[in-house]
């Protein structure tokens, strides 16, 4: 069956193609007469007042330290409050934004108005001084709160890390994060400029939860249309099927069935066929009628752009300027224009025009910064192409001369000369030549130097005289990028090191936990340690003993073989308590760690005595911490033999519970008393050995009752959505035992949010630990995402 068409294609391009030849006839024509550079060299004659200074000797000496790295987030922020250079670094950062993402023009006082409202806010948290990790989970978790849109926060943290476990080999997971991550919030930001004073709240947080959605849906299409398609990763027939599919989606408002698939890529391309059906079905449900065709014809520009760009091949001598730049052109403005027509924005002509116009500026920017990657990888780009063919095609326009043109172009022809524009522009422009500079180093910036901008020696020391002196030009949003780049390796990094050594441990853990047969002529067989060991060897997380380990270890610096028999006795614990559980008293399990549970196996009074027998070998491996003194071990004792009494009374009120509907604050008790008891224990027993604070001790408690509540609650969410396979256990037995569970109370949602709302305390709680504990980070990361 063929669908109807919803646009016409060829038409639509044709369209946008007469507009940005237009414009890019408007550009020639100014670098031809080169009338750029009388016009920049006054107006960087006027801006460089504000960013040369000349310092006495004594203002000098007083300065005290110099300007710390830009690429260290938190200490040049502090930096930047203590000089007083705060207040105009986030304006011009947030008045580029307003330009760049949003569209306006900064001779509006409305506009103006909203950029000091900004920075106010802005700069009181950054400047707040407590220890949070910005752009933390925990933090984004609680400025959703504030919204109300905490269950699209936590959508699209799954989906996020979904996304992210799928980037292929040959693609960066971390550039495609922060790419979905700066989307969703540009499409956020066009939102919330498209509300005011009088949006209520309740409609504030509705369209707030549309636009997380809606910048999740648009966002994918970059790590899953264009980056894959640029990574060639995908075969040759691969690619064209695959392009086929995105044209015929966009052409006709539906996506195709996958069909059959020619090529090893299957598998992945299953996975982002459904993710980008689920996306498109949602962007395709919030468009208005009126702006349902305007969307499409965007999307079609924008991918068409790419497309044309895409099949380039710098071996070909024989492009024209103008298909060189009109696509560049094209894809740099529509990939804004989509954003508003995304949200069902009304049409704003004016707005639209400086979009359009201001697109070339940053691309021209990127593929600067780009050039040597993109050369590497053979893309065809003005940069590329003019490194290749300058000295051969006379005719060529020198990229970077373009980029002065659109400059100065925007600044009086765009932006009516408004001098704020053009400071903003020009601190920009220079930025990024210093940054370049700066990671490029000075002898291969001075090549690329010679090569594209020699042909205006005067204009061009000039400018090199403002990268080499100007001061007061970086911006917040790139040191938001590489704060984000640099937290999204290390938190991946961290979490391979947790997860890895957690792996090593188990397998240790593993090794000693069996106990060893003893001789007893009186006995035929010993059907006790046969049941314990039975046990002990089912494929079980070792949660408590591997957090002990990384507290006593890498917290306390312990002797990691003098801490041995704590972790044994932990796991002795564990387990008994988790045959307790499955008895046919208690929970009536028949299957535990992905076998039978023991009293299938045994009977239930073997497997009753067979969990006290283990509670009493627990209490004898604490007693073999024989190089720890006595009084130490003696209060250890005291504080496990407490525990396991606690663990006793959660268990029972849980039996106890059974077909009654408990209070929330009951079932907080209870869980802490059966799980989270068992993970303060983890933590507080190294802490005894190492002698703690008691301060200390309280902390590590408090965080302990909020990251077992998260555990159990994420327990309760896997009985019902989880996979029996992957969990070893069957799911629905909760609501099958009619037991009172964080989902029954709650609901599914409701569930979540607790989930979220423990985790976020206990994250808070890890900021007054006086002593590395990332590795509780990642513990807390694996409770909420585990699947088992």
């Given at each position: 069956?063929?669908?109807?068409?919803?646009?016409?294609?060829?038409?639509?391009?044709?369209?946008?193609?007469?507009?940005?030849?237009?414009?890019?006839?408007?550009?020639?024509?100014?670098?031809?007469?080169?009338?750029?550079?009388?016009?920049?060299?006054?107006?960087?004659?006027?801006?460089?007042?504000?960013?040369?200074?000349?310092?006495?000797?004594?203002?000098?000496?007083?300065?005290?330290?110099?300007?710390?790295?830009?690429?260290?987030?938190?200490?040049?922020?502090?930096?930047?409050?203590?000089?007083?250079?705060?207040?105009?670094?986030?304006?011009?950062?947030?008045?580029?934004?307003?330009?760049?993402?949003?569209?306006?023009?900064?001779?509006?006082?409305?506009?103006?108005?909203?950029?000091?409202?900004?920075?106010?806010?802005?700069?009181?948290?950054?400047?707040?001084?407590?220890?949070?990790?910005?752009?933390?989970?925990?933090?984004?978790?609680?400025?959703?709160?504030?919204?109300?849109?905490?269950?699209?926060?936590?959508?699209?943290?799954?989906?996020?890390?979904?996304?992210?476990?799928?980037?292929?080999?040959?693609?960066?997971?971390?550039?495609?994060?922060?790419?979905?991550?700066?989307?969703?919030?540009?499409?956020?930001?066009?939102?919330?400029?498209?509300?005011?004073?009088?949006?209520?709240?309740?409609?504030?947080?509705?369209?707030?939860?549309?636009?997380?959605?809606?910048?999740?849906?648009?966002?994918?299409?970059?790590?899953?249309?264009?980056?894959?398609?640029?990574?060639?990763?995908?075969?040759?027939?691969?690619?064209?099927?695959?392009?086929?599919?995105?044209?015929?989606?966009?052409?006709?408002?539906?996506?195709?069935?996958?069909?059959?698939?020619?090529?090893?890529?299957?598998?992945?391309?299953?996975?982002?066929?459904?993710?980008?059906?689920?996306?498109?079905?949602?962007?395709?449900?919030?468009?208005?009628?009126?702006?349902?065709?305007?969307?499409?014809?965007?999307?079609?520009?924008?991918?068409?752009?790419?497309?044309?760009?895409?099949?380039?091949?710098?071996?070909?001598?024989?492009?024209?300027?103008?298909?060189?730049?009109?696509?560049?052109?094209?894809?740099?403005?529509?990939?804004?224009?989509?954003?508003?027509?995304?949200?069902?924005?009304?049409?704003?002509?004016?707005?639209?025009?400086?979009?359009?116009?201001?697109?070339?500026?940053?691309?021209?920017a990127d593929d600067f910064a780009d050039m040597f990657d993109d050369m590497k990888d053979g893309a065809v780009t003005p940069y590329t192409y003019y490194m290749k063919y300058h000295d051969k095609r006379l005719d060529?326009?020198?990229?970077?001369?373009?980029?002065?043109?659109?400059?100065?172009?925007?600044?009086?022809?765009?932006?009516?000369?408004?001098?704020?524009?053009?400071?903003?522009?020009?601190?920009?422009?220079?930025?990024?030549?210093?940054?370049?500079?700066?990671?490029?180093?000075?002898?291969?910036?001075?090549?690329?130097?010679?090569?594209?901008?020699?042909?205006?020696?005067?204009?061009?020391?000039?400018?090199?005289?403002?990268?080499?002196?100007?001061?007061?030009?970086?911006?917040?949003?790139?040191?938001?990028?590489?704060?984000?780049?640099?937290?999204?390796?290390?938190?991946?990094?961290?979490?391979?090191?947790?997860?890895?050594?957690?792996?090593?441990?188990?397998?240790?853990?593993?090794?000693?936990?069996?106990?060893?047969?003893?001789?007893?002529?009186?006995?035929?067989?010993?059907?006790?340690?046969?049941?314990?060991?039975?046990?002990?060897?089912?494929?079980?997380?070792?949660?408590?003993?591997?957090?002990?380990?990384?507290?006593?270890?890498?917290?306390?610096?312990?002797?990691?073989?003098?801490?041995?028999?704590?972790?044994?006795?932990?796991?002795?614990?564990?387990?008994?308590?988790?045959?307790?559980?499955?008895?046919?008293?208690?929970?009536?399990?028949?299957?535990?760690?992905?076998?039978?549970?023991?009293?299938?196996?045994?009977?239930?009074?073997?497997?009753?005595?067979?969990?006290?027998?283990?509670?009493?070998?627990?209490?004898?491996?604490?007693?073999?911490?024989?190089?720890?003194?006595?009084?130490?071990?003696?209060?250890?004792?005291?504080?496990?033999?407490?525990?396991?009494?606690?663990?006793?009374?959660?268990?029972?009120?849980?039996?106890?519970?059974?077909?009654?509907?408990?209070?929330?604050?009951?079932?907080?008790?209870?869980?802490?008393?059966?799980?989270?008891?068992?993970?303060?224990?983890?933590?507080?027993?190294?802490?005894?050995?190492?002698?703690?604070?008691?301060?200390?001790?309280?902390?590590?408690?408090?965080?302990?009752?909020?990251?077992?509540?998260?555990?159990?609650?994420?327990?309760?969410?896997?009985?019902?959505?989880?996979?029996?396979?992957?969990?070893?256990?069957?799911?629905?037995?909760?609501?099958?035992?009619?037991?009172?569970?964080?989902?029954?109370?709650?609901?599914?949602?409701?569930?979540?949010?607790?989930?979220?709302?423990?985790?976020?305390?206990?994250?808070?709680?890890?900021?007054?630990?006086?002593?590395?504990?990332?590795?509780?980070?990642?513990?807390?990361?694996?409770?909420?995402?585990?699947?088992?």
């Amino acid at each position: 069956m063929i669908e109807e068409l919803l646009i016409n294609a060829d038409e639509c391009y044709q369209h946008a193609e007469q507009k940005a030849a237009l414009y890019f006839k408007s550009l020639y024509g100014q670098v031809l007469e080169k009338a750029y550079i009388p016009i920049l060299t006054e107006d960087i004659r006027l801006w460089k007042h504000n960013h040369i200074h000349h310092h006495s000797l004594f203002s000098f000496l007083s300065r005290g330290k110099g300007k710390p790295d830009s690429r260290g987030y938190h200490h040049y922020i502090q930096w930047l409050n203590y000089t007083g250079k705060l207040d105009n670094y986030l304006d011009r950062s947030m008045s580029y934004i307003f330009m760049r993402d949003l569209g306006r023009a900064l001779d509006s006082p409305d506009t103006l108005s909203r950029i000091d409202r900004v920075v106010n806010s802005l700069k009181n948290h950054l400047t707040k001084g407590d220890k949070d990790e910005t752009f933390s989970m925990a933090w984004l978790y609680r400025i959703a709160q504030k919204e109300g849109v905490e269950s699209s926060l936590i959508w699209v943290i799954n989906k996020l890390k979904t996304v992210s476990s799928k980037i292929p080999n040959g693609m960066d997971a971390e550039q495609a994060q922060r790419k979905l991550i700066k989307i969703i919030a540009g499409v956020i930001m066009q939102e919330v400029e498209e509300m005011n004073d009088k949006t209520s709240p309740e409609e504030r947080s509705r369209r707030l939860d549309a636009a997380i959605r809606l910048g999740y849906s648009y966002g994918l299409t970059y790590p899953f249309i264009d980056d894959l398609l640029d990574a060639k990763i995908l075969s040759e027939e691969e690619e064209k099927q695959y392009s086929d599919l995105i044209r015929t989606t966009i052409i006709t408002g539906v996506v195709p069935e996958l069909g059959e698939w020619k090529g090893k890529n299957v598998a992945l391309i299953k996975y982002i066929h459904a993710e980008l059906r689920e996306a498109f079905t949602y962007i395709k449900s919030k468009q208005r009628q009126e702006t349902t065709k305007n969307f499409f014809a965007q999307s079609y520009v924008f991918f068409n752009s790419q497309e044309v760009d895409r099949i380039k091949d710098l071996s070909n001598a024989n492009y024209t300027n103008e298909e060189l730049y009109i696509p560049v052109i094209l894809k740099s403005s529509s990939s804004r224009l989509i954003v508003r027509s995304v949200i069902g924005a009304p049409e704003d002509k004016e707005l639209d025009d400086r979009t359009f116009f201001y697109g070339i500026y940053n691309q021209l920017a990127d593929d600067f910064a780009d050039m040597f990657d993109d050369m590497k990888d053979g893309a065809v780009t003005p940069y590329t192409y003019y490194m290749k063919y300058h000295d051969k095609r006379l005719d060529l326009i020198n990229p970077f001369e373009l980029y002065w043109t659109v400059i100065s172009n925007l600044i009086h022809n765009v932006y009516d000369s408004d001098r704020k524009t053009c400071e903003v522009i020009l601190d920009r422009a220079i930025n990024g030549l210093k940054r370049f500079k700066e990671r490029m180093g000075i002898k291969k910036y001075n090549e690329v130097m010679d090569l594209f901008a020699s042909s205006n020696p005067k204009f061009n020391r000039l400018i090199q005289e403002m990268v080499r002196k100007a001061d007061d030009v970086d911006f917040f949003d790139k040191l938001l990028r590489d704060h984000m780049i640099t937290i999204l390796k290390k938190d991946r990094e961290e979490q391979e090191e947790f997860s890895n050594v957690s792996k090593t441990l188990r397998n240790q853990i593993n090794s000693i936990l069996n106990l060893p047969t003893i001789e007893n002529k009186r006995l035929i067989t010993d059907p006790i340690q046969d049941a314990a060991n039975y046990s002990l060897m089912g494929e079980g997380k070792r949660l408590r003993p591997i957090i002990t380990w990384f507290m006593g270890v890498k917290a306390y610096g312990l002797n990691k073989t003098a801490i041995e028999p704590l972790l044994k006795s932990l796991e002795y614990m564990h387990t008994a308590s988790l045959i307790f559980d499955d008895l046919p008293s208690q929970d009536n399990s028949s299957t535990r760690r992905g076998r039978p549970t023991l009293h299938e196996v045994y009977n239930i009074a073997i497997s009753e005595i067979t969990g006290l027998f283990l509670t009493q070998k627990a209490i004898e491996e604490q007693t073999s911490l024989d190089q720890f003194d006595s009084k130490t071990v003696l209060n250890l004792i005291k504080y496990s033999a407490q525990t396991t009494a606690n663990m006793c009374r959660g268990q029972a009120m849980d039996l106890d519970s059974k077909g009654k509907q408990l209070t929330l604050d009951q079932l907080n008790m209870m869980c802490f008393y059966k799980t989270g008891i068992g993970f303060e224990a983890s933590l507080i027993m190294p802490a005894i050995l190492a002698q703690a604070n008691d301060l200390e001790v309280e902390v590590l408690k408090k965080f302990a009752r909020h990251a077992g509540i998260a555990f159990q609650i994420k327990d309760d969410l896997l009985d019902v959505e989880g996979n029996s396979a992957i969990l070893g256990k069957p799911i629905g037995k909760d609501e099958e035992n009619n037991n009172s569970t964080f989902v029954s109370i709650l609901g599914l949602e409701g569930a979540k949010k607790e989930m979220w709302e423990n985790y976020c305390i206990a994250m808070e709680v890890l900021q007054e630990v006086p002593r590395n504990t990332s590795f509780l980070k990642h513990f807390l990361n694996y409770i909420i995402n585990r699947d088992h």
